[in-house]
């Protein structure tokens, strides 16, 4: 027996939407069997890529939305989570971006989204469209579960 599910959603360039994003997360985890640990791992990365796509990528501009489509395949055998972040900015240099685990950097506020989501998931890659904005796509393979 396999369990697909796939959830696609555009929002608005806002944190408060964030919230949202964070309940479907962790009742699609958690409904397929995931530990409350995994599904705040999970989530947090999702959140992570949402933050940077709506802060740094389209600046908070209310003209401009971020897109998530999350695929969640499960079999008796093993799952995988698939997740695809897109925005409309001008796109970013991954290198270029400040180590957070630095001196200089460990009492910043901000800054950790991607060493996140890159601890958390088993592959975080990143693509810029010539059309512009940013692709963020990450992936976890997940542990065997009992389907619900």
């Not at 995931?34 to 940077?52: G, K, Q, Y």
């Not at 897109?67 to 395949?73: A, F």
Request: with cysteine.
């Amino acid at each position: 027996m396999s369990l697909w599910y796939q959830l696609r959603l555009a929002m608005p360039s806002r944190f408060e939407e964030l919230e949202l994003v964070d309940s479907l997360m962790e009742a699609l985890l958690g409904h397929v069997g995931c530990d409350e640990d995994e599904r705040s791992n999970l989530a947090l990365s999702v959140r992570e890529a949402l933050a940077n796509a709506v802060l740094h990528g389209n600046r908070l501009a209310a003209d401009k939305s971020v897109s998530l489509e999350v695929t969640l395949e499960m079999t008796l055998e093993a799952g995988e989570l698939r997740i695809q972040v897109a925005d409309e900015g001008a796109g970013f240099d991954p290198d270029a971006v400040p180590d957070p685990l630095a001196p200089e950097n460990l009492l910043k506020p901000t800054g950790r989204g991607i060493l996140l989501m890159r601890n958390f998931m088993d592959e975080v890659t990143f693509e810029f469209p010539n059309s512009g904005g940013t692709l963020v796509f990450m992936r976890k393979s997940l542990a065997a579960r009992t389907p619900p």
